[in-house]
């Protein structure tokens, strides 16, 4: 793996690529607002996409690397991201599907620009369908608008709520609450059953 800076609008963001010989797809993965791209379900998913033959980037947002720990306004974090979306997918993996995705927040802001990323597809890792208990702030929006096939691997007492399936959309169920620490082998499962099938789809688009 190596790490490199991208500049974005908001100060650098910085990657970690996972490289695989003769890669299918690119994995661009965020991390939730609270933490990195450390997560358990991140690097789960990591390694499920290196075994499919899917490269790897692990986005760490501006706000993190200039060490704030509050995220800024959506709309930052979606300018940054799809900064760091055209620079990666620009380079050795240019021409390679992007499968964009990430966990918590990092999942909203892979939805929310799937348009302007050229996104293949979407991996939703523990999305945030509402604030814990709060269901009628709803951000089913963001996945309805989606028109490319997505994953939402959801812990089953998530207390930011449980997305229902939909056109294109699969959810998978998995033991645990939000942070899906609780059956990692369950994630990795799911990411590897579901990334082969819509890398080989974008690869024939």
């Keep these: 793996m190596s790490a490199a800076e991208v500049a974005t609008p908001h100060g650098p963001a910085r990657v970690d690529l996972r490289r695989v010989d003769e890669p299918r797809a690119l994995l661009l993965l965020g991390h939730g607002a609270g933490g990195g791209v450390e997560a358990p379900d991140l690097v789960a998913a990591s390694e499920a996409a290196s075994d499919a033959g899917v490269g790897v980037a692990l986005v760490e947002q501006p706000y993190r690397v200039a060490g704030k720990r509050s995220q800024p306004a959506p709309a930052k974090l979606d300018e940054a991201w799809i900064a760091v979306a055209a620079e990666v997918a620009g380079g050795e993996f240019e021409g390679l599907p992007l499968i964009a995705g990430g966990r918590s927040a990092g999942a909203r802001v892979a939805c929310r620009t799937a348009s302007e990323t050229g996104a293949a ?13 709060k269901p009628e702030k709803a951000r089913l929006d963001e996945l309805d608008a989606l028109d490319v096939p997505a994953l939402v691997v959801q812990g089953e007492s998530d207390p930011f709520g449980m997305p229902p ?6 959810v998978v169920t998995v033991a645990g609450n939000h942070g899906l620490k609780k059956d990692l082998d369950a994630v990795r499962v799911a990411v590897a059953e579901w990334l082969p099938e819509v890398a080989g789809e974008a690869s024939r688009a």
């Excluded at 597809?121 to 208990?133: D, E, K, Q, R």
């Excluded at 399936?165 to 699969?170: A, D, F, L, S, T």
């Design 121 to 133: 597809a979407v991996l939703c890792l523990a999305f945030p369908l509402h604030p814990p208990g």
């Design 165 to 170: 399936e939909g056109p294109n959309r699969k």
